[in-house]
C-alpha cells in the first residue's frame, strides 16, 4: 500500500471573507462550535468538530493573504481549498511521498491556543503539505495532531442537526479519469473504486474522494451552481452522515435555511448558504 501512514480524513479547509459571517451561516446549519481560534501566524479559524473529522473556517487577515499558500484564488473567492490527510506520522508520510516520486517541503509545526473552562493550553501539529497541484485536485497536507485531546472533545461534537462525520468529499473536474493516475501512485491501485464515465471514487480509511464530472455534478445536485474556474476544476464540498435526517431537515427550516432533496436520498444546502461550500446531508449507514 503506498502512502500507508495516510489513515484517513482528518479535516478539511474551507476559505472564508468573513469569519464572523461564515460562523453564523454554519450555526444556522445546526453545528456546534468550538470557540474560535488564532494561530500563531494570524489567522484565525472556526471549528465544526465531528466524531472522527471535521471542518475548518479559516480567515486569512489582508496583511496575510498575498503570502498565503491559496493566495493563487481569486482575493474574493471563498470556499473549499485544501484536504488535511489523517495521520499519526507526517515526517514518515515525508518519506513515503519521496518513495512514490513526490518531492514536499519538510515537515512544518504549528499551533494556536485553545480556550478551555479550566484555562487555556497550546494546540499543536506537524504537517506535510503536498506539493500544490500534486495529484490535481485538490491540494493536500498531513495533520499530524500532537496534542489530539485538544480538539476532538466531547462538548463539541454534539450538534443540533445529528451531524456524526464527512462522508465524502465532492470534487468536480472536467475529465475525472485523467487524475485517476497520480491518484493510484500515491494511494495504491487498492484506493481506487467506483470508476466509470461520470467520475469515480478514492477510498483510504475515512477519506472518500468522490470525482465528477460537470455533467454528473448536475445530475446529482441539480441547481447547485458551478463557479467558473480556469481549468474547470471546482472542490465543491462535503457529504456529511447524520444520525437523523428528519431532525436535520427539521434544524434547517426552523433556521430558515432552504434545502433540497435530490434522487440520492440527500438534503442540499447551496453553497450560498455555507460560505461557498457544498454541504450534503445523508443518513448515516447502520451496516
Not at 498531513?142 to 485531546?149: K, M, N, S, V
Not at 462525520?165 to 491501485?189: K, M
Not at 467558473?228 to 452522515?241: L, N, P, Q, R, V
Not at 434522487?263 to 449507514?285: H, I, K, M, R, T
Request: aromatic share 8%.
Amino acid at each position: 500500500m503506498s502512502l500507508p501512514s495516510v489513515t484517513g480524513l482528518d479535516h478539511y479547509i474551507i476559505r472564508v471573507n468573513d469569519l464572523n459571517a461564515a460562523t453564523v451561516q454554519y450555526r444556522k446549519l445546526g453545528f456546534a462550535l468550538a470557540p474560535q481560534g488564532v494561530h500563531h501566524q494570524g489567522t484565525r479559524n472556526q471549528t465544526l468538530i465531528l466524531d472522527a473529522n471535521y471542518l475548518e473556517l479559516l480567515y486569512f487577515p489582508p496583511a496575510l493573504q498575498s503570502t498565503s499558500r491559496f493566495a493563487h484564488y481569486p482575493e474574493s473567492y471563498q470556499g473549499p481549498v485544501a484536504v488535511a490527510l489523517q495521520t499519526t506520522d507526517s515526517a514518515a508520510v515525508h518519506r513515503e511521498l519521496a518513495q512514490v516520486g513526490i518531492h514536499a517541503e519538510a515537515p512544518e509545526g504549528g499551533g494556536r491556543p485553545v480556550h478551555l473552562q479550566d484555562g487555556s493550553e497550546d494546540a499543536a501539529w506537524l504537517n506535510t503539505r503536498f506539493p500544490t497541484g500534486t495529484l490535481g485536485a485538490p491540494d493536500f497536507f498531513t495533520c499530524g495532531h500532537l496534542t489530539r485531546h485538544l480538539v476532538y472533545r466531547p462538548e463539541w461534537q454534539d450538534h443540533p442537526n445529528t451531524a456524526r462525520r464527512i462522508e465524502a468529499l465532492v470534487v468536480v473536474h472536467p475529465d475525472p479519469l485523467s487524475l485517476r493516475s497520480a491518484y493510484e501512485q500515491a494511494f495504491g491501485r487498492i484506493s481506487i473504486g467506483n470508476t466509470g464515465p461520470d467520475g469515480w471514487t478514492l477510498r483510504r480509511g475515512s477519506l472518500r474522494l468522490l470525482f465528477l464530472t460537470p455533467q454528473a455534478f448536475q445530475a446529482r445536485f441539480p441547481g447547485i451552481p458551478q463557479p467558473a474556474t480556469a481549468d474547470g476544476t471546482w472542490f465543491a464540498g462535503s457529504i456529511i452522515g447524520v444520525r437523523d435526517l428528519v431532525q436535520t431537515r427539521h434544524v434547517l427550516a426552523t433556521n430558515g435555511v432552504q434545502a433540497q432533496d435530490n434522487a440520492y436520498g440527500e438534503l442540499v444546502v447551496n453553497p450560498a448558504d455555507a460560505a461557498g461550500a457544498l454541504q450534503v446531508f445523508v443518513q448515516e449507514s447502520h451496516a
